[in-house]
Structure formats: structure tokens, C-alpha cells
């Protein structure tokens, strides 16, 4: 059904960063605001991303920010970092979606919703790096890498799923040996993002924890963010809801932490 | 969202947080219709992977359920949850449950009909008297043996003596049960359970998909156990004739015992006599005279006179069958599959040892049994993808080898409906052996197609 291969030329079809980017990332965790916002309003995609993340709801501004300056002056270091992650991952959209039923206003609502509750969660623990800040950009990937791997294999795949409840990130592993954020942590490598991100999104997983305490405990409250996500109307009628398995137990112990949070009753 | 259907029982599984607001969202219309129209023998929801819900999520499922059962006899419920869970259920409806609950997908077998998972001990405690009793009753019905025990400490002194049963139930609460026909199998007989009034919902009630497929299989005997039968109408009694015609067809047996005929007309025991029922005052009469069950066709499975041939039909549409068995093996196993030849003839297994093999039948438009035998080790390989590891352990194997069958089937339902050509399938079996399959299809004539995937040879035979 997916062979090692076609992951291999997956990966190899995965454009560099630009170097628009690159730059603007590198004047950002310089922490020059001001010049990363000159390099990024050269970028005429990135510039209407920004734009259109910013001014979501979900991010609260009574006025339109129009301004890239101005975006990064609001976000500060850390947001403006993760933002800038969070259009590079949505590089690797697909023109038409054919496996979930999403578009691309729908996936950034998604990278929006995750930003924002990210930056929630952090601030309740305390937390203040911008690369773990700029992790959760990476965890959409998987889904986009679910749709690039599954989507000639939509009907193959809805025959298995009648007989037994398999996850696309177990078909793959048992196919291929590899699991979708292997994956997501290769494409991390080819953009060169810490190695702190993907590592934190593998332990988000909920199937590869890491030994290191601290990322396992950020994987687990980014495990959950993700369900309480895909557990949205729009994202379960998109077909994201068991797109991976959810590990309840691997939460366990921080789940009353989370509800209290979010305001779960 | 769609479930996952298994031996008889369909399961959703929703993962994360179920409230008001979400839960329409996991159920489609065409998922409600689709499951509506599902015949099975349960649709439940599991909760495993639920860290979250309120009465408000579990509504929408509930009304799905009272859906289901306006239309089909189906037992409905929650299954797979912890006792917190188990208890929040209890309180948002408490004495307002009209659905089951079962703590694990497990445990809800059980209550299923299935070729498997019979004779069980199963170990029951529940502090609520009536649901003590109604379990065991169940369970009894569906060939089980049951243990009950009065109270909790008696069931945590009993549940440490692991040796002493199969399954221990606690937490779990039957609803509206009974309404499919219990089934087990003793031997080579299947015996249906029946109670009360039967009428014209006996033909709603009763699995016959499952029939057909213990038909197809080689059962030839079928008891009806008829002790808890109150009377039945003429719509039963039509019902029970036509079900002895196309038993003719096979040369099949049925039989009932222990059937009283002081609230039944007693015309309707000739009319069933004249269409070939047997009637027998005690189940021992049948089960403990060995040359009766030898006469009834129940010592051999293969006691078929009445044999069809292939038809021009199923020639016709073979490709799609062979295409639909080695493209379900290639998704499986990532390789190749190369035909090597075919012809008409009866089965030849060449080199008996060491294979297994699955089966499955259709009907409808079409009808007949797809046979796939595999060496072991690429039966194997197949079912890697569903068990996740390499195993020697048979009955896991065989297990994922009916999984594997039943995709075959469902790929060749697609198929054919393609064509404009309607079926359905039956549950698929499975053979540990050569010889267990040849008993069942000794001398029958198929399309028999030896196939290659990566050098490893398998055969698929097409039967009627």
C-alpha cells in the first residue's frame, strides 16, 4: 500500500526553506524584529499568512493589523517565530484536499487554534523558549503528511478501517516501519529547525516517549491539546478526529490540569 | 464516522472529548442509515478513547440507538470504560437505561452470536439482583456457563482464582437484550434459542445471514431450543417453513425441542412436520443419541447432495474476485501478486501441511464462497498490518485471517456493485487445517487460481 520508497521521494520532493525565510527566521531569533519584518513583507505569501493567522478571532484584536512590523511588535520573539514555523509547514498544503475534508482557511484555523492555546499552556507552566514555543507548528504536519502518503490510498485504506480500528500512524509503522512524526521530524531536519521541536512533537505523539522528563511531560499537554482540538465539530467532520490514536492513559495525570485550564466542566 | 463491525458487533470509536456539541458531528446522516441498515448483532460506542464526556454527548448516541432499534433488533450501548466512567453513566441516566452496558468490547462478545467464544466460564457479579440473573441468563442462552456470586467480596475472593474461569463480568448492565436469537454450537449442531411469542418479528429477530453462512459452511444440523416458547402465529409458522425449504436445498436438519403446543394450534405441528421439522420433547434426545446425530447429518459436515456447479455468472464476473483476493494480499503484505494459472476442477492442495485457509460466502444477486488457502508463513505475513507483529500464536492468526477474508468480501461487494450486481456477505471462517476445509468442500467443482506473491504460492477457489 505505501512503500519505504515512496516516503524516501516524499521527503525528497520537500523544498528547501526559501531563503526569505531563512533569513527572517535567523533575524528573529537574533531577536531584530524590525528587519525580520522588512525581509518577511518581501514575501508576499508569507506577508497575507501572517495576516490572515493574526486576525482570527482567536487572537483577540479589536482592529485589522495590517503591518508586519506591527504583527511581530504584537507577537513579540517567540509568537512571531512560531508563526513564521507555522507557514512553513502550511508549504507543504496540497492544492486540493482528498483525504480529510479540509481547506486551507480550515488548517490555519487549526495552526491557530493550537498557537494560541500553546502560548496558554506555556504561560501556566512557566515556560519561556521560543523553540518549544515554535514546536506546535511542527504537529500539523503529520496531518499534512497523512493526506500526501493516504490519498491514492483513500478507498484501500476505508476497506481496513471497516474491519479493524487502525490508525494511519500504525498502518504506516507496520508498512513501512516509520511512524507519521518520523516523518514530520525529517521534514524539521530538511528546514533546519531545532532539534528540540521535533522532539517534542514525537513525544506529542503519545507512542514514542522520550526519556528526557521534561519533553515527555510538554508531549503528553500537546497530545491532549490536539484532541481537545480535533474533537471540534469542523475537525471531526474533516475526518481528523482518529487520524492517530489518542492515548488516553498517556495523559492521565495531567488531565485535570488541562481541564482546569481550558475551562472544561 | 463508520464502525468497525467484528464478529457480529459494531463499534464506534470517537476519540477525545464527547459533549453537546460535538457529537452530531461524529454521525452523519449517512452514517446513521449506514448503521441502521447494518445487520449485526450489536452497535455499540466504545469510551476507550474518551478522556471526556457529558450527558449531552452521550444523548446523541442514545438517539442513534432508539433509531436503530425502531428498525432492527440490534442490541445497543457503551462499552470500554473504567468504573468512574461506568458510575457518571449509571447517575446521568439512572433508572432511564434502555441500552446496554458492557466494560469491555470483550465481555459484549460474549453476548454475541459467533462461531467463537462458546462454552465459556464466565465469572458475574453485580450488586443489582436482576442484573445478576439477566446476564447469567444471557450468557446461558448464548452457550456459556455462567458463575454467579452474591457479593462483591465473594467476586474479588473469586476473581484472584484466575485458573477457575474465562471471563470476569462486573460493571456491566443489560438493557433491552434478547431481541437477535441467541446462538451456539455444540459439535457439529447449531442451536437457535427462542422464547416467548413469535410472530411476524421472528424474521427480523433471526440472524439469517448467519444461517446462510452455517448453511454454506457445512452445518447441517439446526436445533431450535423451544422450552421458553409461549406460542407462535401463522407469520412464525410461514416463517419457520420457508427456513425448512431452503434448508432442503443443503439436505439440512431442523429440529425442535421442547416445544408445547397448549397455547399453539396443534395444526401448526403438522404443517411444520410436513415441511421436514423434527420435533423432540428434551435436547438430550438429540445431543446424547449419537446414531441420531449420525442420521440428522450433524457427525459430518460435508453431507451435501444437493451440489450447485459454477455458473456462467460467476465466470463472467471471476476477474473481479480473483482482483478483489490479490488486491486486498498485495495492500497487506506491500508486494506483488502474479496469477500462475487457473481452471475449473475440484480443489488440489498440493503439500498439505502447514497451511491454513479462510472462507467466505455471498448471496443475493450472486451467490457462492470464496476459499483462500495460505501457507502459513504468508498467511503470516497478510495479517501483520492487523495483528502488528510477527506471532506464531494460531489462534490470533486465524483470528486476522477472518478479518483479512472479510476485507476480500467487502472488496468484492464494492466490485460487483460496480456492475450494478447487489450481494451481501456472510461472517467469514476459518480452517486450521487442510483437511477441516476439505470436509467442507470435499468434490464440490470450482474456479481454482494459484497465485504468487514474492515467489510464496497461495490458492483461491471460487465455490458454489
Known sequence: ?265 | MRPVVKNGIATFSPQGFLDGNNTNSFLGIEDVEATIHLNVDMILVSLKKVVFFNKNGLDTFIKLFIQIRKKNHATVGFCDYDNKKYAAIRKFYQDDINFSLFKTLEIAYLFSSSFKNQSKNVLIYSSDRSQRSAIAIELHDNGHNPIVVQSQEEYDEKKEKKETFDYAIDSTFLGQMGQKIATRVTGNAIIYTISMFLDIEISDKFNIEYHSNSLNVGFRLFIFDAYKVISMNVHALNFFSKLASSAAEYNATICFVGMKFDKTPESFRNTLEDSGILFYAQMDDILGNKELLKELGASSAANVKNRRVINKETVLELPKFINAAAVTIEMMTNSKAVKESASVQNLVIENRDAKVASSIGYYGDMDGMVILIFPIGIAKKACELLIGENTDDMELILDSLAELVNIVGGKIKTLLLDEGINVNITLPRTYHDVKSLLEVIENRKGVQVDLSFNGDKFLFFLTR
Request: proline fraction near 3%; aromatic fraction near 10%.
Open chain 1, 1 to 265: 500500500m505505501i512503500t519505504k520508497n515512496e516516503i524516501d521521494s516524499f521527503i525528497e520532493k520537500i523544498p528547501p526553506a526559501p531563503n526569505a525565510l531563512k533569513e527572517t527566521m535567523r533575524l528573529l531569533s537574533a531577536g531584530e524584529l524590525i528587519r525580520a519584518a522588512k525581509i518577511a513583507e518581501g514575501d508576499l505569501a508569507l506577508k497575507s499568512y501572517l495576516k490572515h493567522i493574526v486576525n482570527k478571532p482567536i487572537y483577540g484584536f479589536k482592529n485589522e493589523v495590517s503591518d508586519i512590523s506591527q504583527i511581530f511588535g504584537i507577537l513579540g520573539v517567540s509568537l512571531s517565530q512560531q508563526s513564521v514555523h507555522n507557514y512553513m509547514v502550511t508549504l507543504l498544503s496540497p492544492k486540493k484536499w482528498t483525504l480529510f475534508k479540509l481547506n486551507s482557511k480550515l488548517f490555519y484555523e487549526l495552526q491557530a487554534n493550537l498557537s494560541k492555546k500553546w502560548e496558554i499552556i506555556l504561560n501556566n507552566l512557566g515556560i519561556d523558549d521560543k523553540n518549544i514555543y515554535a514546536s506546535i507548528s511542527l504537529l500539523p504536519a503529520s496531518i499534512l503528511v497523512t493526506e500526501a502518503l493516504f490519498a491514492q490510498k483513500k478507498d484501500d485504506i476505508n476497506l481496513l478501517r471497516t474491519t479493524k480500528a487502525l490508525d494511519y500512524n500504525t498502518v504506516l509503522f507496520r508498512l513501512c516501519g516509520v511512524t507519521l512524526f518520523d516523518i514530520c521530524e525529517m521534514i524539521a531536519k530538511k528546514w533546519e529547525m531545532d532539534d528540540s521541536i521535533s522532539q517534542i512533537v514525537q513525544a506529542a505523539s503519545g507512542v514514542k516517549h522520550s526519556s528526557d522528563e521534561n519533553i515527555n511531560n510538554l508531549g503528553k499537554w500537546m497530545h491532549l491539546l490536539l484532541f481537545y482540538e480535533l474533537s471540534k465539530p469542523q475537525f471531526i467532520e474533516a475526518g481528523l478526529n482518529d487520524f492517530v490514536d489518542f492515548q488516553v492513559e498517556y495523559v492521565g495525570d495531567i488531565y485535570d490540569d488541562f481541564a482546569l485550564l481550558m475551562g472544561i466542566q
